[in-house]
C-alpha cells in the first residue's frame, strides 16, 4: 500500500439555504443549481488560498449537511420527495462532479435523495465525489429522529444494496473515507463500524448549534477521532437562511481533528475556509500499527459485545414495510411515535 503524501483537507463553513417553502421541482433543482455554482466559487478562493498559505495542495474538502436545500421542516415526506430530493443519475450530482472535477478534488457533503427502489420517500445522503466527478461513496443515515432511514426499511433495503451499501468506505488515493452525518457523530458504534472496514478519514457533514461551550458533537467527534485513530474533518453550516429560526442558530466551530484526537484547526462563526489543516495518512497508519496502550483499535475484543448486542432490540427494522414489503409512506409524526412507543417498551422490561 503507497501512502500519500501529506495534503490540505477544509471544512468549508457555508450558509445552508432552505427549500421547503418550494413546491416545483424544477424550481428547486435550479436553486440547488444555483447553490452548488455558488460554492464553487467559495471553494476555488478558499482553496487557493489554503495551498499557498500552508504549502500542501487541498485534495479534500467537505461541505456541511444539507447546504443546498436545509432540513424539510414544514412539508410532509412524500412532498419533500418529490419536490426537494435528487436523483442520483440528476443534474446535482453532474453539476458536484464537476466542481471536484475543476478543482481536483474529493469532494464530500450531504444532500437528501431518492432511490427508486423505494418510492415516495428520500433518505439523506452523505456523499464523496473523486476528482473524476465519479461519486465513490454514497452513505444514507442510519440514525434520524425525523426522516426515513435505511433501518426503517431494513429487510428490502438490505436484499438491495448488501452490507457494504450501509457501511460504504471508499478506498481513495488520499486514504480510506467513510462518511458520518450531523448527529450520527454521537453514535460511536457508527464510526466504529466504519473503523473496523477500514476507515481512516471520517467526513462529517453537520448542521448544529456553535457555542464557546464544549457542546455534545464538539466532544464526540473527537472522541471518534481517538477511539478509532481516523481523521474527522467536520463542516458545520454557517447559519441556515430562509428559516423563522435565527440566522446563526446552527453556526460556527467546523474543526478538522487528527487521529489522537487533537484539534488541529477550528472555525469561528460565519462563512468561512479557517477550519483547514493538513492530513498525514502515513503517520496515522504508522500509528495504527504501533504497538501500545493508545492503539484503541487494534485492542478491541468485538465478541465481547456480541451476545449482548444480538439479545437487546431498541429501535426495531422495517418500521416504514408493510406485510408486503411494499413502501409505507410516513407522516412527520411517525417517528417521534416510534420513539415513545421504543421508550414505553424498554420502561416495561425493565431496561430504563
Known amino acids: 500500500m503507497t501512502d500519500p503524501a501529506p495534503y490540505a483537507a477544509i471544512?468549508?463553513?457555508?450558509?445552508?439555504r432552505a427549500l421547503d417553502r418550494l413546491t416545483d421541482r424544477g424550481v428547486a433543482s435550479a436553486h440547488i443549481l444555483a447553490g452548488i455554482a455558488e460554492m464553487d466559487r467559495r471553494l476555488a478562493a478558499s482553496a487557493g488560498f489554503v495551498a499557498q498559505y500552508g504549502g500542501c495542495p487541498v485534495r479534500l474538502v467537505v461541505l456541511p449537511e444539507y447546504l443546498f436545500t436545509s432540513y424539510p421542516a414544514r412539508v410532509s415526506v412524500a412532498d419533500f420527495a418529490a419536490v426537494a430530493a435528487v436523483d442520483i443519475d440528476g443534474p446535482e450530482y453532474a453539476a458536484l462532479g464537476r466542481v471536484?472535477?475543476?478543482?481536483?478534488v474529493f469532494l464530500a457533503g450531504n444532500l437528501y435523495e431518492r432511490d427508486r427502489h423505494f418510492p415516495g420517500i428520500y433518505f439523506q445522503t452523505s456523499f464523496v465525489v473523486a476528482p473524476t466527478g465519479e461519486v465513490v461513496l454514497?452513505?444514507?443515515?442510519?440514525?434520524?429522529?425525523?426522516?426515513?432511514?435505511p433501518h426503517d426499511v431494513w429487510s428490502k433495503y438490505l436484499d438491495i444494496h448488501g452490507i457494504d451499501g450501509v457501511f460504504p468506505v471508499a478506498d481513495t488515493p488520499i486514504g480510506r473515507i467513510a462518511a458520518i452525518a450531523s448527529e450520527e457523530i454521537l453514535y460511536p458504534e457508527i464510526a466504529r463500524a466504519h473503523a473496523l472496514r477500514g476507515a481512516e478519514i471520517f467526513v462529517h457533514s453537520s448542521s448544529e448549534i456553535g457555542s464557546p461551550l464544549a457542546t455534545p458533537k464538539v466532544i464526540a467527534r473527537r472522541a471518534r477521532a481517538f477511539e478509532n485513530c481516523a481523521y474527522v474533518v467536520s463542516a458545520n453550516t454557517a447559519g441556515i437562511a430562509g428559516t423563522a429560526m435565527p440566522l446563526a442558530s446552527a453556526d460556527g466551530h467546523s474543526a478538522v481533528v487528527d487521529y489522537r484526537g487533537h484539534v488541529l484547526a477550528e472555525a469561528g462563526a460565519g462563512e468561512t475556509f479557517t477550519a483547514f489543516a493538513d492530513i498525514d495518512i502515513a503517520a496515522l497508519r504508522a500509528q495504527r500499527r504501533k504497538p501500545g496502550m493508545t492503539n484503541q483499535l487494534s485492542r478491541q475484543r468485538t465478541e465481547l459485545f456480541v451476545p449482548v448486542y444480538s439479545a437487546t432490540q431498541i429501535q426495531r427494522a422495517d418500521s416504514l414495510l408493510d406485510e408486503a414489503g411494499a413502501v409505507i409512506v410516513p407522516e412527520r409524526d411517525h417517528f417521534a411515535r416510534v420513539q415513545a412507543e421504543v421508550i414505553e417498551r424498554l420502561a416495561k422490561e425493565g431496561l430504563i
Open 11 to 16: 471544512a468549508l463553513q457555508l450558509t445552508a
Open 100 to 104: 471536484a472535477a475543476e478543482r481536483a
Open 138 to 149: 454514497r452513505y444514507r443515515r442510519l440514525n434520524s429522529m425525523f426522516a426515513p432511514t
